[in-house]
């Protein structure tokens, strides 16, 4: 039962257009979800979270959106850069739960952004 | 300052062979969390260690356990090894917070794993 889902394995992106990154969850209990990154041969790398109280959560070129009724969220890259070039990971957790943070995580999104 | 480090970064094991994996926590990290990732897939808990105990386990089996040391560095033993546990073990280590009684751990800081390969 995958409580995360990232339906889209791959994505290919222009350089210096929007990167749309999707993540679909089940579990009603997660009240915090993270993206994360990762290159080959790296573990992942934090990007971006945001808790259950917001539907958005900027950083920079990054912004999360979260949209509870409908148990989505997105990831969006503006502009994209070469750079940007890795498997995007959602996770989802529940800070509410007293205990430290078990993420679940998606199945990642292999994102490819083209020069 | 060294991020999370994990040794060895390869391991060639045959079924029901016995394994033993190592990692080093972030500087100032107290508490350390165990994925598995098989190939394709994204990573899956295993278990974390506070305070040199098991604080949460993830759906493994028991063949999966470890041990947290009082330097905060921790170990991942998987015993009478099966063809799927080949996978990349990542090691995550945060530091844990107290608010209000509530054991909070910070984002966590992943290495970049053990490749395991099981013949």
């Known amino acids: 039962d995958q409580q995360v889902k990232q339906n889209s394995p791959s994505l290919s992106v222009q350089e210096g257009r929007i990167s749309i990154l999707n993540c679909d969850y089940t579990?009603?209990?997660?009240?915090?979800f993270l993206w994360y990154k990762k290159y080959p041969a790296e573990g992942p790398t934090f990007l971006i979270s945001i808790s259950s109280i917001k539907d958005k959560n900027e950083d920079g070129r990054f912004t999360v959106f979260l949209n509870k009724s409908a148990k989505h969220l997105s990831l969006h890259i503006v502009p994209s850069q070469p750079g940007d070039s890795a498997v995007y990971f959602c996770a989802a957790g529940r800070i509410s739960s007293g205990s430290a943070r078990q993420l679940t995580f998606g199945s990642g999104t292999q994102l490819t952004v083209l020069p | 300052d060294a991020g999370v480090t994990q040794s060895p970064t390869h391991l060639i094991k045959t079924r029901g062979q016995q394994v033993t994996l190592r990692c080093s926590p972030k500087?100032?990290?107290?508490?350390v969390s165990w994925y598995q990732q098989a190939l394709g897939q994204g990573p899956q808990f295993i278990f974390q260690?506070?305070?040199?105990?098991?604080?949460q386990r993830g759906n493994f089996p028991d063949r999966f356990s470890g041990h947290q040391f009082p330097n905060y560095s921790s170990e991942l033993n998987v015993n009478a090894l099966l063809l799927g546990d080949s996978a990349l073990y990542l090691c995550?280590?945060?530091?844990?917070?107290?608010?209000?009684?509530?054991?909070?751990?910070?984002?966590?800081?992943f290495g970049s794993g053990t490749q395991l390969s099981v013949l």
């Open positions: 260690y506070y305070e040199e105990e098991e604080r």
């Open positions: 995550a280590s945060s530091f844990s917070r107290k608010t209000g009684g509530v054991r909070l751990s910070e984002k966590l800081f």
């Open positions: 579990n009603s209990m997660f009240d915090y």
């Open positions: 500087s100032g990290h107290d508490t």
